[in-house]
């Protein structure tokens, strides 16, 4: 049997649209891969494109995404509202089937010390595959972001695990690394007051005392004009889409703002879906049918999660 | 103006009543703090007295307590359901008013040394005043107990930090420490189901992925005949009551369980009410008065955060 991952490599071009379809050619058309999605988001700046398929082949079409990155990007005259340490930002493998987290954490050190080799750009372990706990965490990686990263890199606990410990001068550096399956959730309040959103977020997030499994801030949508709870659930068996939605619902009501709406970002998995649906369903007494297939998983979803921009293309069974 | 702590002296003798008003006798008719409560429990053969008032009067009346324990309990003729490492088993400094937790780290200091010096019996630091990672958790310590900790405390890991490393021979040992003031807080719930209650508190606890703060679990309330959920809220300003009370309500209507009131054991600071009590005054738009006096506070947290049980000689400040 094959041997799946998904891979969620970040760049940080969202704006030029051009660029960012020269920069993810080599997903194109693959045959034992495929890129799900590449989503430009202008006001981050940024672009999150979802590869799930074989590992070796992905492995292969990261090496040219990479080099494609160093020609479009500038880092020097980049800026946007994520924060970020290079013109990649991270790379991270996550396993699906036939592959254990042990088994991500050798691919992110095989390909941190390929893309050190070949392109001379230095390469932070983070996640699973940190080699200190200081890596663990991604936003301590990225404390300082691009610009601060020049003088970071020169300190010996921020030598890089692979490459100098130099910026590429207009790349920056990259972060590669192995972990979990993560739900990237987005909850939208009928408010633009950033501090309403930033307080909203603390309640959750495990860094301010909510949950152990949640990271989470304030984000504010341009286009759409209002503000996000923006979060990573990092278990969602721990810590439930519809127990984090309901909490921000009881939350909000305290300012008098409502959730509009909420997205996914990416992909998310299906049990995830039900877990959430089956609250519910039971509290609305609707029989629960774990089998159900992706389109009524969909429709429950969009009804109960307040899901917008969602089809079944999202959840990841539809892939493999 | 003055330095109020508590002070939360377990000691383990919790059957023989006139044992226990010798023991406890330093604490009555003092003029510069109170003694709340002394709750003698049988099951336990433990009391535990709750002393609030001024620093330098609770110290001072310690001693003679100490010097009681020493002379009624015999820890080799002892035994009850309650783990233990000594006749006075431990001494907590909580801050109050004018008193931060360093200083309780340094009251606990104080203490310490000082009944080391005067009766030779070995002395821990925990919680906030622990010395090293391994002494932070109070059960940590315990592990072995009056009986195991006469070998224990002779490896160099378990030397005490005040006295020699030998446990006094009909007293044993005793932990001081500092900590912030913890709020034991209950949820009644409209079923005798075990596995719910048991399922409910899941979804809060910190240990499987809920709130930072919370320790929680489910008990069963013999004479009333139903479940609660019964938990430690550790930081009530980052876990506030009325969040843990309305996560508990939404998860409880998958299970079609209401949650039928809820109680304070011991006592509550006033400011952890007034965060709760804000929250539901802010959502019905009713205004918010922060200096309200103590009988309204209690009114509005009995109609909103569902006490039972409760009026105002419960909140710390009542006593102060």
């Known amino acids: 049997m094959q041997r799946i991952i998904e891979c969620v490599p970040n760049f940080s071009e969202g704006r030029d649209l051009s660029k960012i379809e020269r920069i993810v050619a080599p997903f194109k058309n693959q045959e034992n891969f495929k890129m799900i999605s590449y989503e430009p988001d202008a006001d981050y700046n940024r672009t999150v494109v979802t590869l799930i398929g074989e590992v070796e082949a992905i492995m292969e079409a990261l090496i040219p995404f990479v080099k494609n990155c160093i020609e479009e990007i500038d880092m020097n005259h980049q800026s946007g509202e994520h924060p970020r340490i290079g013109a990649v930002d991270v790379i991270p493998f996550i396993p699906i089937q036939n592959v254990t987290i042990e088994d991500c954490v050798n691919f992110a050190n095989t390909m941190g010390e390929k893309i050190a080799a070949l392109f001379d750009i230095p390469v932070f372990l983070y996640a699973k595959a940190a080699r200190t706990e200081d890596r663990i965490s991604l936003p301590n990686i990225r404390k300082g972001e691009y610009e601060g990263m020049k003088e970071k890199i020169k300190e010996v606990a921020w030598h890089p695990d692979f490459g100098k410990p130099a910026t590429h001068p207009t790349f920056g550096s990259v972060a590669v690394g192995a972990r979990d399956f993560l739900v ?67 939350e909000a009501l305290r300012y008098h703002v409502a959730v509009k709406s909420s997205e996914i970002i990416g992909l998310v998995p299906k049990q995830a879906l039900l877990d959430s649906v089956k609250y519910y369903l039971q509290v609305q007494q609707i029989p629960y049918d774990k089998s159900m297939d992706l389109e009524t998983l969909t429709a429950y979803a969009i009804k109960y999660l307040q899901f917008r921009d969602f089809n079944k293309t999202k959840i990841v069974e539809y892939w493999i």
């Open 184 to 250: 990237a959730f987005n909850i939208d309040l009928a408010t633009d007051n950033e501090k309403t959103a930033s307080t909203l977020a603390k309640t959750i997030r495990q860094s301010s005392g909510g949950f152990q499994h949640i990271q989470a801030g304030p984000a504010f949508l341009e286009k759409q004009g209002h503000m996000q709870v923006t979060m990573n659930i990092l278990d969602y068996a721990k810590n439930p889409i519809y127990r984090i939605l309901e909490v921000i619902k009881f």
